[in-house]
């Protein structure tokens, strides 16, 4: 399969990860282009990459003359372009689980935790290294928490998030657990994420997302 896409990513950040996790699913190749996200003063905030994401984040996909941004919206487009192989169950009801899991993590954990709310609080609020890590790892553990609940008790959760193959949630929970170990998060009280987790590390798909093994990772 050829196409003319091209992520504008960064490589430590989560909703990148979790668009390189989809596009990996799918099969789609494309052309990586790093917006360094500390370097230069951010190069999220230069003039070309403005023009082409007014938000000043990451990640932008171009298909074409379309440019795509927010990494939910981003994923429901492959998932509308190219259907096959699927990021969502069939039944209505599979796909409102799967969105209300992914959306748990990219709406209501990972911005918490986003690099510019750092920057704030440190920045603007004065806050010191050993809280505003205490403020991230509150705010995984609380959604890991529920996340925990929703996933340990529905028979809908397999191997995965939804079943036995992987799909848009668990591209939205492998990237946040990663975060969670970076900020020293201990994964005891989460034993099903934990699993999920070690079953998605066995699919070629994620792990050629994984941060490490992006180009300019450091």
């Known amino acids: 399969m ?4 091209v992520l504008y990513d960064y490589w430590r950040s989560s909703a990148s990860y979790r668009v390189r996790i ?6 789609l190749p494309y052309a990586s282009h790093s917006v360094h996200l500390v370097r230069e003063g951010g190069q999220q905030h230069a003039p070309a ?6 938000q000043q984040l990451v990640p932008s996909l171009v298909d074409g003359d379309l ?4 990494s939910l919206a981003i994923m429901e487009y492959l998932e509308d372009k190219w259907p096959a192989p699927p990021l969502l169950p069939a039944d209505r009801a599979g796909r409102a689980r799967v969105r209300a ?12 935790g986003n690099l510019r709310v750092l920057q704030y609080l440190q920045g603007e609020l004065g806050v010191d290294d050993e809280r505003k890590e205490a403020w991230v790892r509150h705010w ?19 191997r995965f998030c939804h079943g036995d193959a992987p799909g848009m949630a668990d591209a939205c929970l492998v990237p946040q657990v990663y975060n969670a170990r970076r900020w020293h998060l201990p994964m005891d009280a989460y034993p099903t994420l934990s699993r999920i987790d ?6 070629e798909a994620f792990r050629q997302a994984t941060p490490g093994a992006q180009a300019g990772a450091a």
């Open 22 to 27: 989809a596009l990996n699913l799918k099969g």
């Open 2 to 5: 050829t196409t003319d896409l």
């Open 140 to 158: 995984i553990a609380t959604g890991f928490a529920a996340l925990e609940a929703m996933l340990a008790s529905d028979p809908a959760t397999g």
């Open 101 to 112: 899991l992914a959306l748990a993590v990219a709406c209501d954990v990972h911005p918490l």
């Open 49 to 54: 990459y403005l023009a082409l994401n007014p």
């Open 67 to 70: 440019v795509l941004t927010q």
């Open 198 to 203: 070690q079953a998605c590390s066995t699919v």
